[in-house]
């Protein structure tokens, strides 16, 4: 899941943590396991449950969902 990182404390998601399979994140001063708004957490949610058995891994490119994302690191994470 390519967006704002991941809330692994939220009930939604903390169930399902061996499911993760990888966080990492291209925003400076960042880990990926934060979610501050709240979309890349209920994102990784959604697919939980339309694919309960999925390994999921998460790409924080952004902290904010109304923020412009550079196009290089989207390519960057889709090449990774």
Do not use: N
Not at 25 to 38: K, R
């Amino acid at each position: 899941m390519i967006g704002t990182g991941i809330d692994i404390g939220h009930p939604l998601i903390y169930q399902a943590r061996e499911q993760i399979a990888a966080v990492k994140s291209w925003e400076p001063s960042c880990t990926g396991e934060e979610d501050a708004t709240g979309h890349g957490t209920y994102s990784v949610a959604l697919l939980l449950k339309v694919a309960p058995d999925a390994e999921i891994f998460v790409a924080q490119v952004s902290r904010d969902v109304s923020a412009t994302v550079d196009s290089e690191r989207v390519v960057e994470v889709c090449r990774a």
